[in-house]
Every structure is written in C-alpha cells, then in structure tokens.
C-alpha cells in the first residue's frame, strides 16, 4: 500500500457522535489497499478513544479488528483523497464488549525534558532530532494527549542539569518547569548503550513515580515508554476536572461538537488552547474579521475554548485561515494552542 494518512483528528469522543469522518492522502491510487486503509482507520480511532496502543488492545482482545469494514458507515474517494465514515457507536460498543474501557475524560498535558547517557556522560537533549522523544511528539497525536517540549533556552540549560535529574532533585524539575504552566513533568533519561531507559513522572506537589524499561532500539524503549504513559496519564485524567466556563457567547444554545465532524453541514468546531485570554480575544477578532466565516457559538473556559463556525470553506481553507494567525501552533486539524 502506498497511501499516508492525511489526517488524525486530535479530539475527545463525546457520547452524543455517531460518526467521524477520516481522510486519507490517496498518492497512487493503483496501488491503494483499501481494506488495510479502513483496517488502520479502525485502529487509529480505537486507539485515540482508549489511549491504549493497538498491541495492548489485541494481547487483551485479538480479533478485536477483524472485519473492520463493519464499522464503517462509507466510504469512498473524493479527488486523492480516501473518505472513511466511522459509526463511533460502533466501535464503542466492539471495545466495551471485549472489556477495553474507553477514555472519555479530559486529557492531561506534558512536559517532555530528555536527557541521553553517552558513554560516560549524561547530556540534555535539545532541540536536536532525538528518536525518543519524536516517538512521544507522535504519541501525543496519535492518543490525543498534549504534549510540548521544553524551549532549551540559556533559561532552560541553567534551570536544569542531568545530575539533577539522574539525582531525582524533585524540586529542580518543577522549578525549571513551571515557566511552562503543565501540571504533569515527563522526563526521559535514555541509555543506549546499556539499551534501557530511565523516566520520571513528576508532579506540582513534588510527588513523582519512576522506574526502568529495557528495548534493544530506540523504537522498542520508546513504545515501552509510550504504553507507561499512556497508562498513567489514563490514571490521573479522572483527577483532571473540566474548567467551569468563564464567558459565553452564544447565538443559540452551545452545540457540542469535535474538530472535523460535521453534524450540522456548513459548521465547523475550533478547539484553541491558550494562556493569555487577551491573545485569545485577538484571534477570535481575526477570525471575525474574515468574510468567509461567521462565529456561530463560543465557548471559553480557564484553559481552552471551542468556537463554533458556520462557514461553506473546507476543512483545510479553515485551518489556513486560522494559522495566519501568527501566535496559533497548529496541533491538529482545527486543534491550536496560542502562544
């Protein structure tokens, strides 16, 4: 199969959707498996409203992904892409009944700081191409839990050493971590060479778990780590309370909906992430300013906010229009954080 997938929509599956559109970037479509494309569609999606990887899900459960094509309610191309329509009910249901709980609670963030063993030395890592920690980047997406890396500044460098963190200084990790804003610290000390890995999972109050896994590559340590994670991060999300919402702006009564569903033709749902709610108001401004979009509904909360826009533009028009805006960070289709 030659085909990649254009799209994984970062977002929570709410009980009320019955349906979830997936796309799928279709480069030649001669050679285009289309029954391992639904089968993947499947697979993405189950792992995304679980936040358990797919080999965990058949250890426990192994024809959990036969006949796919079950849970589908169409597909079919438009232009290069592949369109698969996910019947979400469906799928839950499969999952509920081989005992796999979904993750319908709201997900924690990270902050990911990584240090690596060379030979007798223990180094940060920056912002250098680093296997682990592209795996994580990865996860994040892939299971819908945010995720960010540390600046690596002068700031950084002098806040936080290796031997601090290899000497579990607490403290010194949630210090240098608190310019961030995240709650919930990751940090990663690889070994190569002794082909294991070390982590920490630290907390505000200076509570932290850690422990060692062992991978003969960087991708086995890695996937190692990320079902770890992911499996804490499950543990914690029930702690993790929505914000009350703070301001309301409403033309109607709020209609809950996820990046890329469209219940309601012509609509699309933001999803923005931000800590300074006046940069909040200057992208809701430079939406407004548009005349291709009408804000419908918003909602803003202490942390995040979801705008509602009835719009006819695509899918990708409306995420252009948003990323001119210069301080969104794009973290999946119409799902921003600002800066």
Same mark, same amino acid.
């Given at each position: 199969?030659?085909?990649?997938?254009?799209?994984?929509?970062?977002? @929570?599956?709410?009980? $009320?959707?019955?349906?979830? &559109?997936?796309?799928?970037?279709?480069?030649? *479509?001669?050679?285009?498996?289309?029954?391992?494309?639904?089968?993947?569609?499947?697979?993405?999606?189950? &792992?995304?409203? $679980?936040?358990?990887?797919?080999?965990?899900?058949? #250890?426990?459960? *192994?024809?959990?992904?036969?006949?796919?094509?079950?849970?589908?309610?169409?597909?079919?191309?438009? %232009?290069?892409?592949?369109?698969?329509?996910?019947?979400?009910?469906?799928?839950?249901?499969?999952?509920?009944?081989?005992?796999?709980?979904?993750? &319908?609670?709201?997900?924690?963030?990270?902050?990911?700081?990584?240090? !690596?063993?060379?030979?007798?030395? /223990?180094?940060?890592?920056?912002?250098?191409?680093? /296997?682990?920690?592209?795996?994580?980047?990865?996860?994040?997406?892939?299971? %819908?839990? *945010?995720?960010?890396?540390?600046?690596?500044?002068?700031?950084?460098?002098?806040?936080?050493? *290796?031997?601090?963190?290899?000497? !579990?200084?607490? %403290?010194?990790?949630?210090?240098?971590?608190?310019?961030?804003?995240?709650?919930?610290?990751?940090?990663?000390?690889?070994?190569?060479?002794?082909? #294991?890995?070390?982590?920490? @999972?630290?907390?505000?109050? %200076?509570?932290?778990?850690?422990?060692?896994?062992?991978?003969?590559?960087?991708?086995? /340590?890695?996937?190692?780590?990320?079902?770890?994670?992911?499996?804490?991060?499950? #543990?914690?999300?029930?702690?993790?309370?929505?914000?009350?919402?703070?301001?309301?702006?409403?033309?109607?009564?709020?209609?809950?909906?996820?990046?890329?569903?469209?219940?309601?033709?012509?609509?699309?749902?933001?999803?923005?992430?931000?800590?300074?709610?006046?940069?909040?108001? &200057?992208?809701?401004?430079?939406?407004?300013?548009?005349?291709?979009?009408?804000?419908?509904?918003?909602?803003?909360?202490?942390?995040?906010?979801?705008?509602?826009?009835?719009?006819?533009?695509?899918?990708?028009?409306?995420?252009?229009?948003?990323?001119?805006?210069?301080?969104?960070?794009?973290?999946?289709? @119409?799902?921003? #954080?600002?800066?």
């Amino acid at each position: 199969m030659v085909a990649r997938f254009l799209l994984i929509i970062a977002c @929570l599956f709410s009980t $009320t959707v019955s349906a979830l &559109e997936y796309r799928v970037d279709v480069e030649e *479509p001669s050679l285009f498996d289309v029954e391992n494309s639904i089968e993947n569609v499947i697979i993405g999606a189950a &792992e995304k409203m $679980t936040g358990i990887p797919q080999p965990q899900m058949i #250890s426990q459960a *192994p024809d959990l992904f036969s006949l796919s094509e079950a849970l589908v309610n169409s597909y079919g191309y438009d %232009g290069n892409a592949f369109i698969v329509d996910i019947d979400v009910d469906g799928l839950k249901t499969r999952l509920e009944t081989a005992g796999i709980d979904l993750w &319908e609670s709201e997900r924690p963030e990270f902050l990911i700081w990584a240090t !690596e063993e060379r030979g007798l030395e /223990r180094l940060m890592v920056g912002q250098e191409p680093n /296997r682990i920690v592209e795996r994580l980047m990865a996860a994040s997406e892939r299971f %819908g839990v *945010p995720m960010q890396r540390p600046l690596m500044d002068l700031e950084d460098t002098l806040a936080l050493s *290796p031997a601090e963190i290899w000497g !579990e200084f607490a %403290g010194a990790v949630n210090n240098a971590s608190s310019r961030y804003g995240v709650e919930h610290v990751l940090v990663v000390g690889d070994r190569p060479g002794r082909q #294991s890995i070390k982590y920490w @999972l630290f907390e505000s109050n %200076g509570e932290y778990l850690s422990g060692e896994l062992s991978g003969a590559d960087a991708d086995e /340590r890695a996937n190692e780590l990320i079902a770890v994670v992911m499996q804490y991060a499950r #543990s914690i999300s029930n702690n993790v309370g929505k914000s009350p919402v703070v301001v309301a702006r409403v033309a109607e009564p709020s209609v809950s909906l996820q990046p890329q569903m469209q219940d309601v033709p012509g609509q699309w749902t933001v999803r923005v992430e931000y800590v300074d709610v006046i940069r909040l108001m &200057e992208l809701i401004d430079h939406i407004e300013a548009s005349d291709s979009v009408t804000i419908h509904a918003t909602e803003i909360r202490a942390n995040d906010a979801t705008i509602v826009l009835k719009t006819d533009l695509s899918l990708g028009v409306t995420d252009d229009l948003v990323s001119e805006f210069t301080a969104v960070r794009f973290i999946s289709p @119409l799902v921003y #954080s600002l800066k």
